[in-house]
């Protein structure tokens, strides 16, 4: 059982946008940064969201990050085939006193 | 650009130690900023934190395997290693290496990843 919640899977058509969800608490996303990864298959995860909404150098602007209170949202636009995969959030939490990650959402591109 | 190399066996024995590496290319791990960290990843399952290492030694690790891990730093190398000691069929699974960031936790660039077997 993960500390941050994201929905097991998410789907969408080629163009369309997808949403995924992480929820976590106070002593997490409610008062620390969140990250979101990319975890393709055979691949190391990517990062492609830091500090709630900041994006690397390289990763399209058609993914964006957001948080409001304790839930943090991934919205990627432009869905492609080459997306799916699946997507981790991320915090730290201050009463565990480490990191935690979300259980990862599986993204299928219909 | 950064580039990290993971080495080391993935395959181990129950009860034994693993020892992972992870060489640094593109960037100095002496010059601060940056906590080399270690993840992994069980099969069908999330992602778990082990901890991480500041240049100067100060390392931090997960208090659900703080008794059994050990990272290291050696600057001189430009790598970082993790150590696992005791291990069980628990803990099989990917192991990846990552440059992250302290205060924010995020992490960027990761490693290749190194596919942890314990198994007789």
New interface residues.
């Given amino acids: 059982q993960?500390v941050l919640t994201q929905p097991p899977s998410v789907s969408a058509a080629p163009g369309q946008m997808v949403t995924i969800s992480c929820s976590g608490s106070s002593s997490n996303i409610g008062n620390?940064?969140v990250?979101w990864?990319q975890h393709l298959p055979g691949t190391?995860?990517?990062?492609l969201i830091?500090?709630n909404y900041e994006r690397?150098s390289g990763i399209p602007n058609r993914f964006s990050g957001s948080k409001s209170g304790t839930s943090a949202t991934l919205d990627i636009l432009g869905l492609q085939t080459e997306d799916e995969g699946l997507y981790?959030c991320?915090?730290?939490d201050s009463s565990?006193?480490?990191?935690?990650?979300?259980?990862?959402t599986k993204l299928t591109v219909l | 650009q950064v580039h990290l190399q993971q080495s080391g066996s993935g395959l181990v024995k129950p009860s034994q130690t693993l020892s992972l590496t992870c060489t640094v290319s593109g960037d100095s791990i002496s010059s601060g900023g940056y906590y080399w960290s270690w993840m992994r990843q069980h099969p069908g399952k999330g992602l778990e934190w082990i901890g991480y290492i500041y240049y100067s030694g100060s390392a931090f690790y997960n208090p659900s395997l703080k008794s059994r891990v050990t990272i290291s730093i050696d600057t001189s190398e430009n790598h970082f290693s993790l150590n696992l000691t005791s291990l069980t069929a628990a803990d099989t699974g990917m192991y990846y290496c990552a440059r992250g960031d302290g205060f924010s936790f995020w992490f960027d660039p990761w490693g290749q990843g190194t596919l942890v077997t314990v198994s007789s």
């Fill in positions: 993960s620390n940064y990250s990864y190391a995860p990517k990062l830091y500090d690397p981790y991320a915090s730290r565990l006193n480490h990191g935690v990650f979300g259980g990862g």
